[in-house]
């Protein structure tokens, strides 16, 4: 394993996630670094969605290399431990290569699972197979609330409406395996030296972002996108065809829904998608914060990269803790003009 640091750029979505990834990755080959992004989207692994995620267009990426998206069919479940895997085998190879790896993204289980000490429950073919025909036949809330009855700790942490979450939570409970997988161990420790850089966005402007975002990707094509990936079987995939503004897309193109309404549904959606993602991320105990939205972050979250050398030569284990640019779980943000 390479002790190369590790950048990591996490936040809400819209907050410019991949915009400072691509500066970060510019200022390091500015002074005579490689660098090599490695995705943290989870939908972005897909081979043609493209519009509903805000994926960087190739040719939009400045020469920077980037890993782990368009790796899986519409028709393929993403694993969040297949990702774990890969991604760390990514960030691997680039440090072995002299390059700095820079993971970013707004799936929080999947960044998580890449950055910190994160090992996953067993799995029962036969119990899922069980479960995943009972979410069929009665629905997320049902099975919410069975996990409320049996594990109400757990139940606090996974969302309602996630029916793959919630059969996973469940499959881990009658298993008798302590915990769950889509939650943080109690005392993270970094797999990885790493430098994580935390945006946040106010509230009252990121709502405004979000919803201009969504009608954006209708008028930009997104129905046309999701016509292709029908033909691609996007509708028989799993994990594909729920995503936020896809299942909406989906639901227009069988005249299930008006597009007004397919708009408005996925506008809400993200919305309550980017509460989570603040939620979670909140909960790492080492990140350095930044509000998109002051005249001068964007230097000084550049700075912290210049940092990465105080610790470079000194960083040997793979499970050392953030270097004292970081700060607690709570900070008061640092501004960052977007």
């Known amino acids: ?200 966005t106010p509230r009252e402007i990121l709502v405004g972002r979000l919803d201009a975002r969504v009608t954006a990707m209708w008028s930009g094509g997104m129905l046309a996108e999701v016509d292709r990936l029908r033909a691609a079987g996007i509708e028989r995939g799993v994990t594909a065809s729920r995503a936020i503004g896809y299942a909406q897309a989906l639901a227009q193109l069988r005249g299930e829904l008006a597009e007004q309404d397919a708009i408005a549904q996925t506008q809400a959606l993200t919305r309550r998608y980017a509460r989570r993602q603040v939620s979670w991320f909140k909960r790492y105990e080492h990140v350095t914060w930044f509000d998109t939205e002051a005249t001068d972050a964007t230097h000084r979250a550049l700075a912290a990269v210049d940092r990465l050398d105080e610790w470079r030569s000194s960083s040997t284990s793979a499970r050392v803790t953030a270097p004292a640019t970081t700060s607690s779980s709570s900070p008061t943000p640092t501004a960052l003009s977007s």
């Open 1 to 200: 394993m390479s002790t190369a640091p590790l950048v990591v750029i996490v936040g809400a979505t819209g907050t410019g996630k991949s915009e400072l990834a691509l500066r970060i990755g510019e200022l390091l080959r500015a002074r005579g670094e490689a660098a090599e992004i490695v995705n943290a989207d989870a939908m972005q692994l897909y081979r043609g969605m493209d519009i509903g995620t805000a994926k960087v267009p190739e040719g939009e990426r400045r020469g920077i290399p980037h890993h782990l998206l368009d790796v899986l069919d519409v028709t393929e479940e993403a694993s969040v431990a297949a990702y774990q895997r890969d991604a760390r085998a990514a960030i691997d190879d680039i440090g072995a290569r002299g390059a700095v790896p820079i993971l970013v993204g707004g799936s929080g289980l999947y960044v998580s699972s890449v950055i910190y000490d994160f090992r996953f429950p067993g799995r029962d073919r036969e119990l899922r197979a069980r479960l995943e025909a009972e979410l069929d036949e009665l629905g997320p809330g049902a099975l919410h609330a069975r996990l409320k009855a049996s594990d109400p700790e757990t139940a606090t942490k996974v969302d309602p409406a996630n029916g793959r979450r919630i059969v996973r939570a469940l499959e881990i409970h009658e298993l008798a395996e302590r915990g769950h997988g889509a939650t943080l161990p109690e005392s993270p420790r970094l797999w990885h030296p790493s430098l994580i850089i935390g945006l946040t």
